[in-house]
């Protein structure tokens, strides 16, 4: 690359409980170098923000570029973020965010670069809807099922962002009194269906002495937490814990992803996350069989797709933030620059 086809590469990173992925993107939204990191455990946003830039960092030797020679650069993080002043507000799912931090600001200072912050789940819809299977659509829900569950909103063509948190599908209420949710409340969808409760749930069950393969997975493949990868080896090797458990987060998702079908009577709605993606088409169908019973109108159920994206698709649409006159940035509460 050289002179100005610099100014044009952006950068994008995703940031997750249990990863970081970094892509660089062109202008025609390619991706030109990806990197992929653990994110750390201790050490709370200090530690986290110094491997944001690390994996950043690696992506963008790939393709011989300094980031400060990035045009800009887009971070999709979990939780609820202001995109206008840069904050991340609060994570559940990131270990030691406990207090609002102004990830963009010092980002962007570390980088000398400008920072846009956007909700992880939020960024990764907009990427599907403009770059994936949510292309055909001018209407969708985008629902992505991994550590939690999250969403996003389009309609007429354009995201919904309500007051700021529009799209947080995982929080509907799908049993009054039910499961305590990470939120603190009860009988959120989340707390049926988002990997880090069916995680709680399945290690409660192994205490109690219920026989699963899940954990022996876990640490075989050196992993501490139970990834999507080894739900999906503990389902192919039909483990009866698993199974169960898949089944129920799946008979929740149905019944909230098809209430907010019946408010907002969407063309689509595309399922993506870790889960997600990693249980592919035949658990897709299980959703859109499982929405079924509680469709208002089911004689005209919307199209129910996986994502095209993948496993890069948040940190795509996070790159995506930082090009010029995209939807992201044109909107009054998109993701905003924090200045060095």
């Known amino acids: 690359m050289r002179g100005g086809d610099k100014k044009r590469v952006f950068g994008g990173l995703d940031l997750g409980?249990?990863?970081?992925?970094?892509?660089?993107?062109?202008?025609?939204?390619?991706?030109?170098?990806?990197?992929r990191r653990v994110t750390p455990q201790k050490g709370g946003p200090p530690a986290i923000l110094e491997e944001l830039f690390g994996t950043l960092q690696e992506a963008a030797r790939m393709v011989k570029l300094k980031p400060s020679e990035l045009a800009g650069v887009g971070v999709g993080?979990?939780?609820?973020?202001?995109?206008?002043?840069?904050?991340?507000?609060?994570?559940?799912?990131?270990?030691?965010?406990?207090?609002?931090?102004?990830?963009?600001?010092?980002?962007?200072k570390k980088l000398n670069v400008p920072v846009f912050l956007g909700n992880d789940v939020q960024v990764?819809?907009?990427?599907?809807?403009?770059?994936?299977?949510?292309?055909?659509?001018?209407?969708?829900?985008g629902v992505w099922w991994g550590t939690g569950v999250g969403g996003g909103i389009y309609l007429a063509g354009r995201r919904w962002m309500g007051r700021g948190a529009a799209g947080e599908i995982g929080h509907m209420v799908v049993r009054r009194g039910g499961a305590r949710c990470s939120c603190g409340r009860r009988g959120c969808m989340e707390a049926y269906?988002?990997?880090?409760?069916?995680?709680?749930?399945?290690?409660k069950a192994a205490e109690r002495g219920e026989k699963t393969k899940l954990f022996s997975l876990m640490e075989k493949h050196g992993k501490d937490r139970l990834s999507?990868?080894?739900?999906?080896?503990?389902?192919?090797?039909?483990?009866?814990?698993a199974e169960r458990l898949i089944a129920r987060a799946i008979r929740m998702l149905g019944a909230g992803v098809a209430s907010a079908v019946n408010l907002l009577d969407v063309e689509a709605v595309i399922i993506g996350g870790g889960l997600g993606t990693r249980l592919g088409q035949p658990y897709v169908e299980r959703i859109a069989e499982a929405m079924r019973p509680h469709l208002f109108v089911p004689q005209r159920p919307p199209d129910v797709r996986l994502s095209e994206l993948?496993?890069?698709?948040?940190?795509?649409?996070?790159?995506?933030?930082?090009?010029?006159?995209?939807?992201?940035?044109?909107?009054?509460?998109?993701s905003t620059r924090a200045h060095p």
């Open 17 to 35: 409980g249990t990863k970081i992925q970094a892509v660089l993107l062109d202008e025609q939204g390619n991706v030109l170098s990806q990197a």
């Open 77 to 108: 993080a979990p939780g609820a973020v202001d995109p206008v002043a840069g904050v991340l507000l609060h994570a559940g799912n990131l270990p030691g965010w406990d207090a609002p931090h102004p990830l963009a600001e010092v980002l962007s």
């Open 124 to 141: 990764a819809v907009a990427a599907d809807a403009r770059l994936g299977a949510g292309r055909p659509y001018q209407s969708l829900l």
């Open 193 to 203: 269906a988002g990997r880090a409760a069916m995680e709680r749930r399945a290690r």
């Open 228 to 241: 999507s990868g080894i739900w999906l080896q503990a389902l192919k090797q039909e483990d009866g814990l």
């Open 310 to 334: 993948g496993d890069l698709g948040g940190a795509i649409g996070a790159a995506l933030l930082a090009q010029p006159s995209r939807e992201g940035r044109s909107e009054a509460r998109g």
